[in-house]
């Protein structure tokens, strides 16, 4: 086992894809990653728009074509999920419950989080809190939202409040962005293997679908690693959706990307920026886990840090505390871009997914605390992450496992198709209903549209004794062994070491 380090914080020191309803992984957003629990086996007829509401289901008559659409993706997206949470594993009350390795969440810092979110300044009331404020969020909120990224992006000039809007979350963002964009039936392009729930937020308000960019594992060419984007990639996968006649209105990127936790170099960024100027398309750069890059020898550059964009228009910046502060659960996103019709026209969908006063003070109380974030959290929630990472890593090794990590996020992309022997997704679907049957969740490949079945992604960003029984799961199943590991008696557990396997 091993030991996360710990501090007395008391005190602060391509191809096509389908519709909007093709078979998706979660329905609800970047807080419940459900790609772990799609149902393979649902089709749904790949046509313009939202499909024939017909083909949905019989029993829906209360519903419009649209709400029939909606309703199936949370029947058909949520198996994984909803067995989970029958049957949650607690180290007293249900030892042998379901460990949670599929949803991407940073359960290792609630002890600093806790602390400060429950100091007093960080708690007020006026009636300015309780009362409507400007839809693109509080002027005090949006200030500082602009110094923090100003800090922490790295932007050549400070940063101006004027270009930011915060809204409930990052799936709120992509769906509002995909609305005010894309006409429907019109498509973004991003990079395979991607965030599957990301399928549902451009979809379920604008009916916006994606263009795969599909990427590769084997190292071909010029690519000098494995699923490795390049602008080659793009222009193909371009085509390809020209040639279906869909027409492409912008491109997705995220970085850290996610699962493969790959960076892109400011010359990435560059180039991927100009081929979006030359076929003017919007580019939205989701970079929900730039500050939790916990290798140092990693060079993080969030795009915001480049001397000159390209298509400053038509750029857009996403950034939310979900990840990087272990808050998925209080819903904190902003946008940043320079294009005032779109930053007014998302602002006014934020009467629907606006965030409450008090929320919007404490997140600016949060964010101006530079001191706490630089000196305490920062540091102790990388030393963390990166102790939970070398402990799955070397869980991976010791079993012959290949596995890709950038150093960035709180998961791995490993490579399992060892142990499917005809390579089939299929094969990768009951490898994944094995391990949720031996009580462990993980998030397969083909919920990320991953075209090469056999990886799955697993999340390390937990409490110790979870993710060493987790992986003792795993392990059982790799073995072909069937039983449900459980924590020993009080009496027979041993205390966590530093010791690496």
Request: proline share 5%.
């Amino acid at each position: 086992m091993f030991t996360l380090p710990q501090k007395d914080f008391s005190a602060p020191t391509t191809c096509l894809g389908p519709t909007c309803m093709q078979d998706l992984g979660s329905s609800h957003g970047d807080d419940l990653e459900g790609e772990c629990s799609r149902k393979l086996d649902q089709k749904l007829p790949e046509l313009p728009g939202v499909g024939d509401p017909a083909m949905l289901s019989s029993d829906t008559s209360y519903l419009s074509s649209r709400g029939r659409m909606i309703k199936w993706f949370w029947d058909s997206a949520e198996e994984g999920y909803r067995t989970y949470h029958m049957d949650e594993y607690d180290e007293n009350k249900n030892p042998s419950g379901i460990i949670n390795l599929g949803v991407s969440e940073n359960k290792l810092c609630f002890d600093l989080l806790s602390w400060r979110l429950s100091q007093s300044d960080i708690q007020r009331v006026e009636p300015s809190l309780l009362q409507y404020a400007d839809w693109r969020g509080h002027l005090f909120l949006r200030e500082e939202v602009a110094k923090f990224l100003s800090f922490y992006c790295k932007s050549p000039a400070p940063l101006r409040p004027e270009n930011v809007v915060v809204l409930n979350g990052g799936a709120s963002l992509f769906s509002a962005l995909a609305t005010v964009l894309c006409e429907a039936g019109e498509a973004f392009l991003i990079p395979t293997p991607y965030y599957g729930a990301i399928t549902q937020h451009v979809c379920l308000y604008g009916n916006v679908r994606l263009a795969y960019v599909y990427l590769d594992s084997e190292v071909t060419g010029l690519d000098t690693r494995p699923f490795q984007l390049t602008v080659e990639k793009l222009e193909t996968a371009l085509r390809e959706a020209h040639s279906e006649g869909v027409k492409v209105k912008g491109l997705i990127l995220i970085n850290p990307q996610n699962p493969l936790g790959d960076i892109y170099s400011p010359e990435e960024l560059q180039e991927y920026l100009v081929f979006a100027k030359r076929h003017k398309l919007h580019v939205i750069v989701d970079e929900v886990y730039m500050l939790s890059v916990f290798e140092e020898s990693v060079g993080y550059r969030s795009v915001l840090s480049l001397e000159r964009l390209p298509d400053p228009q038509r750029t857009h910046v996403m950034w939310a505390t979900s990840k990087d502060f272990g808050m998925s659960g209080l819903r904190f996103g902003t946008l940043y871009t320079e294009n005032q019709d779109v930053a007014t026209a998302v602002a006014s969908l934020c009467r629907y997914h606006g965030l409450s006063g008090l929320v919007q003070y404490q997140m600016a109380q949060l964010l101006r605390d530079r001191d706490w974030i630089n000196q305490v959290y920062l540091p102790e929630n990388h030393a963390r992450l990166k102790a939970a990472h070398t402990y799955v890593s070397e869980e991976l090794r010791a079993l012959g496992i290949p596995f890709l990590s950038r150093g960035a996020g709180f998961f791995i992309w490993v490579d399992l198709r060892k142990y499917l022997p005809k390579g089939t997704f299929e094969e990768e679907m009951l490898l994944w209903r094995r391990f949720l049957d031996n009580k462990v969740l993980l998030s397969f490949g083909k919920a990320f549209e991953c075209k090469e079945p056999g990886w799955f992604r697993f999340v390390f960003s937990d409490q110790a004794h979870r993710l060493c029984l987790g992986m003792q799961r795993v392990r059982q199943v790799l073995a072909g062994k069937s039983q449900v590991a459980e924590d020993p008696p009080p009496s027979q557990s041993q205390e966590p070491s530093d010791q690496r396997r």
